[in-house]
């Protein structure tokens, strides 16, 4: 299943998609957006456990840890639930940030949402293919990466089997038949 390959697996996917500097300087600010702008949206419904407030922004930090944690890589696992961490802590001071400009909590974290997934949508205008939606051997990872195409215009997959070739390395790609 999708949901549960290696961080190793997950990495080497998104890299093998997110080439572009430009691109990946857009994601470096957008998806953290994302993260506080999920973080501002659902601190509202709250629970007191041990005499602390837990907020369902917390609830679900703790779920995606626990889900991090477990990629195999712990370093990477903790890396990532500790930046969540600040962005979740982050979004529990938006609020009166908010209410100074005017504006209701739901419209800040709508706000961040929206501009986050802007940003996203910049990074691929720049990287010339569509956000990815599925993995490489899954249907619609198989279209994106039949159909993308690369800097100079070729289709991904040629472009990146032939580096590979001309580096003497051998391409995942390569290793499997796209139908």
């Not at 922004?57 to 779920?63: C, F, I, V």
Request: glycine letters at 12%; proline letters at 6%; zero cysteines.
């Amino acid at each position: 299943m999708t949901l549960f390959r290696p961080a190793t697996v997950l990495m080497v996917q998104y890299a093998h998609y997110h080439r572009d500097r430009r691109n990946i300087a857009t994601h470096l600010v957008g998806i953290p957006l994302i993260v506080l702008a999920v973080g501002v949206l659902l601190q509202g419904p709250a629970w007191v456990v041990a005499d602390q407030t837990v907020t369902l922004a917390w609830a679900m930090w703790a779920l995606t840890s626990l889900w991090y944690l477990s990629r195999g890589d712990v370093l990477l696992g903790v890396a990532t639930t500790g930046v969540n961490a600040v962005l979740i802590a982050l979004a529990h001071e938006v609020p009166p940030v908010a209410q100074a400009l005017g504006l209701a909590v739901w419209q800040a974290g709508l706000g961040l949402f929206v501009i986050g997934w802007v940003l996203q949508f910049i990074g691929h205008y720049f990287e010339g293919r569509k956000p990815f939606r599925g993995r490489p051997g899954g249907p619609a990872g198989r279209a994106h990466v039949r159909r993308g195409r690369g800097a100079d215009g070729r289709g991904f997959a040629a472009a990146h089997a032939q580096g590979h070739r001309a580096s003497g390395r051998r391409s995942p790609l390569m290793l499997r038949r796209w139908p």
